[in-house]
C-alpha cells in the first residue's frame, strides 16, 4: 500500500522555524522526483519546491526562496522541509507528493501522482 505520511506542523510565531518530515512505503522511493506543495481554503494548490531523484537538484517558489530548504533522505524514504524565517502568509496545509516523470518543471500538481495527507502549518503574527 503506497502511503507518504507527512508530520512536523504546527503553530509557530512570525520569525520561527518547522520541519516537516515526509515518510514514504509502499514504493521504491529513489527514482522520484519529490515535491511539497501548500493548499489554503478556497485558493490552488501552490508549488513549494521539489527535489530531484539525485538529491541534488531542487527547485523553488520564488515566495519560499532563502527560507526553506527541501532535502531527501533515501536510506529512510523521507523528504524533508526545512522552513525557517517564516511569516503568516506562509499559513496553509502542506502536502508531499511523489512523480516518476521526467519534465523541467516539477511546479505542476498535476504531474505528480502519489500524495500525502497534509499536515496543516500555522504561522501567527
Known amino acids: 500500500q503506497v502511503q507518504l505520511v507527512e508530520s512536523g506542523g504546527g503553530l509557530v510565531q512570525a520569525g520561527g522555524s518547522l520541519r516537516l518530515s515526509c515518510v514514504t512505503s509502499?514504493?521504491?522511493?529513489?527514482?522520484?522526483?519529490m515535491g511539497w506543495f501548500r493548499q489554503t481554503p478556497g485558493k490552488e494548490r501552490e508549488f513549494v519546491a521539489s527535489?530531484?531523484?539525485?538529491?541534488?537538484?531542487?527547485s523553488y517558489a520564488d515566495s519560499v526562496k532563502g527560507r526553506f530548504t527541501i532535502s531527501r533522505d533515501r536510506a529512510k524514504n523521507t523528504l524533508y522541509l526545512q522552513m525557517n524565517s517564516l511569516k503568516p502568509e506562509d499559513t496553509a496545509v502542506y502536502y508531499c507528493?511523489?512523480?516518476?516523470?521526467?519534465?523541467?518543471?516539477?511546479?505542476?500538481?498535476?504531474?505528480?501522482?502519489?500524495w500525502g495527507q497534509g499536515t496543516q502549518v500555522t504561522v501567527s503574527s
Open positions: 507528493a511523489a512523480s516518476d516523470l521526467y519534465t523541467r518543471d516539477y511546479s505542476q500538481p498535476g504531474i505528480y501522482e502519489k
Open positions: 509502499g514504493f521504491t522511493f529513489s527514482p522520484y522526483t
Open positions: 527535489c530531484r531523484q539525485n538529491g541534488v537538484t531542487t
